[in-house]
């Protein structure tokens, strides 16, 4: 688990592709590695990934053809910036909210334009997750914890301040830029549990379990 607060900025060293998987080989920068152990979990722009070897200027990491597939990791180049974060820890503090850093889909950004000193930066998410994106809601953008503004559809707005955009990679973004988004763990579940024992039923799955239909015939909607 991760609180969507980055530690610091890193940088890919190398890609070494194997057999359709790619080992990536990260530098920390300001990251410190002193507690870190191989087999440690530590979320690369938003997604968890296992340290594989520490051979002192960073780590290691293998990245599944799945990833590769279902995140932004697979446009990654040498000297390509990336958002660091290391799990959490018992004594940790929860500054942003809980992450688990598994990516939901890949989102673009659609406009960015400022907004006195911060940047106000709209993003369009796959349709499918549209639904668990809220007002004031949470969500991980880039293994970002971020508050959401606004939402316009499939279409999100976030207020970006002068420190996040300097500590993370949202200083590079620019319109058309691919980012891993992974929505509030809370509404994934809920969904889920609003379900109640039609969640057994074959066939029955989060991309088409709740409808208006069934929430007005459960109470939830007045018709």
Not at 81 to 104: F, I, M, Q, W, Y
Not at 106 to 122: C, E, K, L, N, Y
Not at 134 to 146: F, H, P
Request: hydrophobic share 40%; glycine share 14%; with cysteine.
């Amino acid at each position: 688990m991760f609180t969507g607060i980055i530690e610091a900025k890193g940088e890919v060293l190398a890609l070494t592709p194997k057999g359709g998987d790619v080992t990536l080989r990260l530098g920390t920068g300001a990251l410190d590695l002193g507690d870190v152990q191989l087999g440690d979990s530590i979320a690369v722009n938003g997604v968890c990934l296992t340290v594989t070897s520490l051979p002192g200027n960073g780590f290691t990491a293998d990245v599944s053809l799945e990833t590769l597939d279902k995140t932004s990791l697979g446009a990654l180049k040498t000297g390509s910036p990336v958002n660091l974060e290391k799990a959490l820890t018992p004594s940790t503090r929860l500054g942003g909210h809980l992450v688990s850093g598994h990516v939901d889909g890949v989102g673009h950004v659609v406009a960015m334009r400022p907004d006195g000193r911060s940047t106000r930066i709209d993003i369009e998410a796959p349709a499918g997750l549209a639904r668990y994106i809220a007002q004031k809601g949470s969500i991980t953008v880039d293994g970002i914890s971020l508050t959401v503004n606004s939402v316009d559809g499939a279409v999100f707005s976030l207020n970006i301040i002068p420190h996040t955009q300097d500590m993370t990679t949202i200083g590079i973004w620019k319109v058309g830029t691919r980012v891993n988004l992974e929505v509030d763990i809370i509404a994934r579940y809920l969904e889920r549990l609003l379900l109640g024992e039609r969640a057994a039923e074959p066939g029955v799955g989060t991309d088409h379990g709740i409808t208006l239909g069934f929430l007005a015939e459960h109470g939830f909607l007045k018709r």
